[in-house]
């Protein structure tokens, strides 16, 4: 009786703990959808206004009917009261976090944090065991449905960013200008990206980018490319599951790391940032470092061969993993057998592969990297060293200048790559893993650590150490890496894999949430949005275009449309004959005074719609 008593009492108590949570995370998302039809009319529950009105008598209700429903839930299952937890605080996560049109970066980490270690508290919480559900080809099928079903949910909202004319012309309008460039005549010649026509090989040598044209070429819109986009980074999947095959994970452990790839925070925010040649990074990078641990030689050439493709820093993703393959694997005693034997030096070679794997990358990240940017620098812009510029001293300008400061001043560089915003990035890209990539056991993983300090710490490049932006489609790449090798020791699995994934999805759902708010806010404003693209329909191609930055986009087909007022080059521009000006509140004086310019230069409003003014030359 005694054991029956406090049995029951431990099945109350978690159905308390669990029916606060869920009846606490409903009653919050109640409160918010129901203060108001329009978004920006809802409540803040952030604020101490919100207070007064949530509903004592509804959250009171919904407490003691979750906590009924979980206590009559716990006699169901023996120990399903220790499992529970880590879903209520997901589902109390998606509540609050879906209710912020603003991102709350520290509130996400801690509420990551908090489902992942109750999976950790109760030793019953994912057992490690297989899953019928996930034997056999349903493993790959489902993953499969998934990944397309992920791909399409971040093509929606990428494409509604457009729709919702958050797209500029730095990201975005320069390469929808470009694919129409290369689709009319195989150049990628641009006249946004500077302000005169050139090619965009003079900024990045990216000829990765005509991997996609001949699906352009069917679909011929803007939008394909935001799709698309969204398709190559997560095609990673593909590699990650390969690695998970040769590692002899069982299949929920493979199914887990599919999903930790898919949910993962950096390439969803990254893919909502327009469009750029380093979402290629993702797939190319899991791939090189998947034949590097198959040894495959052919494999490596030709994903090294893409990799440097992609951009003129690629050359060094080919030389970090080349490091990490020569360092990567001890050389073992010597067989004991004939040294004239074919066994003796099929076995020597076996051996020394992965030093002479290494070796070749090294060369052809060197190679790569020095030829690229010789051309760049002879018939471009240079390269972007001014990233870097807290490492330059007066008078200084290459990257030997910067490696030699760092050298000679360790402590400054150390200083200046820990600020709080860098720890931030540096939290959220690990703990959606759980921290695993740093429990590597041998110094040639931490090799692959490099991207992430160079690319995203070592810059006061304020784009560069944000999760929002391009720049973590590599290190992001290198870090999923080491996370599905460094699984290999892990005791419990399954255990582990499960926090990490909700770890994953709720960071997704904090960072990723507030972006698709573009969708909702764009749906308030339909009429308006529909108006000004029905302008910007009736602008004129042949001739010479002024746009507004937010605007370009829209007039990618234009072949001579230039961003104005320009950020390079403006004193050159062409004499407009037609001007295109935002009238949105964000610019709305800059809008005044430029149409008060032109007019004054003797244009004349030819039309307007919505937010959109179309000024025309007499």
């Known amino acids: 009786m005694i054991q029956a008593l406090k049995k029951n009492a431990i099945f109350l108590f978690y159905a308390a703990l669990n029916g606060f949570l869920t009846a606490s995370g409903y009653t919050l998302a109640f409160t918010v959808i129901s203060s108001g039809t329009s978004v920006l009319e809802r409540t803040n529950i952030f604020l101490i206004s919100s207070v007064e009105k949530i509903n004592t008598v509804t959250l009171t209700a919904a407490f003691i009917c979750f906590t009924v429903i979980f206590f009559l839930l716990f006699f169901l299952r023996n120990r399903l009261y220790r499992q529970t937890l880590p879903f209520s605080v997901l589902f109390f996560s998606f509540c609050v976090l879906t209710c912020a049109t603003t991102e709350l970066s520290y509130l996400t980490v801690i509420l990551a944090a908090a489902a992942a270690i109750l999976v950790y508290v109760f030793k019953e919480t994912f057992p490690g065991k297989e899953y019928k559900l996930l034997s056999g080809i349903n493993l790959y099928v489902l993953l499969g449905i998934l990944t397309v079903i992920m791909t399409l949910i971040l093509s929606f909202g990428c494409i509604s960013r457009l729709y919702d004319f958050n797209t500029s012309t730095y990201d975005f309008g320069i390469f929808a200008q470009m694919y129409e460039s290369m689709a009319r ?69 493979t199914f887990f790391c599919g999903l930790i790839f898919l949910c993962y925070p950096a390439f969803t925010c990254a893919c909502f940032y327009d469009f750029h040649e380093n979402a290629f990074l993702t797939p190319l990078v899991l791939w090189l470092m998947y034949f590097i641990e198959k040894n495959s030689l052919a494999g490596c050439i030709v994903s090294g061969l893409l990799l440097l493709c992609v951009k003129e820093d690629a050359g060094v993703y080919l030389i970090i993993a080349g490091l990490y393959a020569l360092v990567g694997k001890n050389i073992h005693k010597e067989p004991q057998v004939n040294a004239q034997s074919a066994d003796y030096v099929k076995s020597r070679f076996s051996q020394w592969f992965p030093k002479y794997l290494g070796l070749m990358l090294i060369f052809m990240g060197i190679s790569g990297f020095l030829l690229v940017t010789s051309f760049i620098n002879a018939y471009g812009d240079g390269i972007m060293i001014g990233r870097y510029q807290i490492f330059l001293g007066s008078g200084q300008d290459s990257v030997t200048d910067v490696i030699f400061n760092i050298i000679k001043n360790p402590a400054f560089f150390l200083n200046n790559i820990l600020d709080e915003e860098k720890l931030l990035l540096i939290v959220q890209m690990l703990l959606p893993l759980l921290f695993i990539p740093m429990k590597s056991r ?56 499960a926090a990490a994934l909700l770890a994953a999805i709720i960071c997704l759902i904090g960072t990723g949430t507030p972006k698709y708010y573009n969708i909702v806010f764009a749906r308030e404003s339909r009429t308006e949005y529909e108006e000004s693209r029905a302008a910007l329909a009736n602008v004129p191609r042949d001739g010479v275009v002024y746009s507004s930055t937010y605007l370009t986009p829209y007039l990618y087909d234009c072949e001579n449309v230039y961003m104005y007022p320009a950020i390079y080059n403006q004193e050159t521009l062409p004499p407009a004959d037609c001007v295109v000006l935002d009238s949105r509140a964000g610019v709305l004086k800059e809008y005044y005074e430029l149409k008060d310019m032109f007019m004054e230069m003797g244009y004349v409003e030819e039309g307007s719609g919505g937010f959109v003014t179309v000024l025309l030359k007499k």
């Not at 939008?223 to 593909?238: D, P, T």
Request: positive net charge; hydrophobic residues 45%.
């Open 185 to 253: 005549d195989f150049t990628q010649t641009t006249t946004l990206e500077r302000g005169i026509p050139m090619s965009h090989f003079n900024i990045h040598f990216s000829p990765i980018y005509y991997v996609l044209l001949p699906f352009y070429m069917i679909f011929r819109r803007p939008e394909f490319l935001l799709a698309a986009q969204a398709a190559v980074c997560l095609s990673g999947v593909i590699p990650v599951l390969l690695l998970c095959k040769k590692y002899k994970y069982g299949n929920t452990v």
């Open 442 to 497: 041998r110094l040639s993983d931490w090799v692959l650590f490099i991207p992430l300090i160079l690319f995203n710490l070592a810059t006061d490049y304020s784009y560069q150490h944000s999760i929002h932006y391009q720049y973590v489609f590599s290190t992001g790449a290198f870090l999923i890496f080491l996370f599905v090798k460094n699984f290999r020791y892990e005791k419990r699995k399954n255990k582990t894999a």
